[in-house]
């Protein structure tokens, strides 16, 4: 049979036939007086085994294995880690639908707001939070910076943080540090920086910091942790940043010590 027989009687095109010879996939035939490929049944069947493993979700590359006789790996192997692979991309499926079903909720009955397009381990936090602090300009700011860090922090960086989070601000006391924290930086608006209150601040904050921070948090000093500070503090008055820069190294040098043996 011809090429286009071929193609038809399996169900994929003739270009797809001529790539998989162009692969090595599918062994050549031989050719007729005429120059035509002349194919038969073994060519049916080895096609028809490549469409399969295809529409499995095999890539080509893994199909060449599974079809090499001896020095490719075997078909078992290459399906369990398809399945292992697609199990992880479910789980990640199910997880965004999760997420997307909350945030549909949320529009549902008018809570959506801008803050809610976070992670779903930020958005439970932030649930947990509650009303703490949403008085103060300050706070607003901390859920803007915990909003970007959500977005561009690693995974394993993010999971740190979060669980820190999560765990500090679980300990008895904690709601009323953060109200206190925010309430001694709200007063510093329009304080000079050399004002006694920041010290006040600082040391508020580095407590506050140390207790809600993973262990070992990075000393300020690389451009990006730098850049990222400098972000942060921007639209602060220079008391406020003077006070949560300071808190930061404090805290960061505090953490370094903790986690020395």
Same mark, same amino acid.
Not at 74 to 85: A, F, G, I, K, Q
Not at 121 to 134: D, K
Not at 225 to 238: I, N, V
């Given at each position: ?21 162009? /692969? ?23 096609? &028809? ?10 890539? /080509? ?30 789980? $990640? ?13 949320? +529009? ?48 394993? *960086?993010?999971? $740190? ?16 540090? &953060? @109200? ?10 329009? +304080?000079?920086?050399?004002?006694? +209150? ?18 070992? /948090? ?8 730098? *850049? ?13 940043? +003077?006070?949560?820069? @300071? $808190?930061?190294?404090? *805290? ?10």
């Amino acid at each position: 049979m011809r090429i286009g027989e071929l193609a038809a009687i399996v169900g994929v095109t003739t270009r797809a036939v001529r790539h998989y010879h162009h /692969l090595g996939l599918l062994p050549e035939p031989e050719r007729l007086g005429n120059g035509y490929r002349a194919y038969g049944l073994r060519h049916a069947v080895e096609l &028809a085994r490549i469409r399969r493993l295809t529409e499995l979700g095999l890539g /080509l590359t893994e199909v060449r294995d599974v079809l090499a006789d001896d020095a490719g790996r075997d078909l078992v192997e290459v399906l369990t880690e398809l399945d292992t692979d697609l199990a992880r991309q479910e789980a $990640a499926i199910h997880a965004r639908r999760e997420r997307l079903r909350a945030l549909l909720t949320d +529009a549902e009955e008018g809570t959506l707001r801008d803050d809610s397009l976070v992670s779903a381990e930020l958005a439970a936090f932030l649930r947990g939070l509650g009303e703490v602090g949403m008085d103060s300009p300050m706070a607003v700011k901390d859920r803007e910076m915990l909003t970007l860090i959500d977005a561009t922090a690693p995974p394993e *960086a993010h999971a $740190a943080l979060m669980t820190a989070l999560t765990t500090g601000f679980a300990a008895p006391g904690a709601a009323d540090a &953060a @109200r206190e924290v925010y309430a001694l930086l709200d007063a510093l608006a329009d +304080a000079a920086p050399d004002d006694p +209150a920041v010290e006040a601040a600082v040391e508020a904050a580095a407590r506050a910091l140390l207790d809600w921070l993973p262990p070992d /948090l990075p000393v300020p000093g690389s451009a990006e942790q730098d *850049a990222l500070l400098t972000t942060f503090l921007g639209d602060f008055s220079p008391a406020q940043a +003077a006070a949560v820069r @300071r $808190a930061v190294q404090l *805290a960061a040098e505090a953490s370094t010590e903790r986690g020395t043996p």
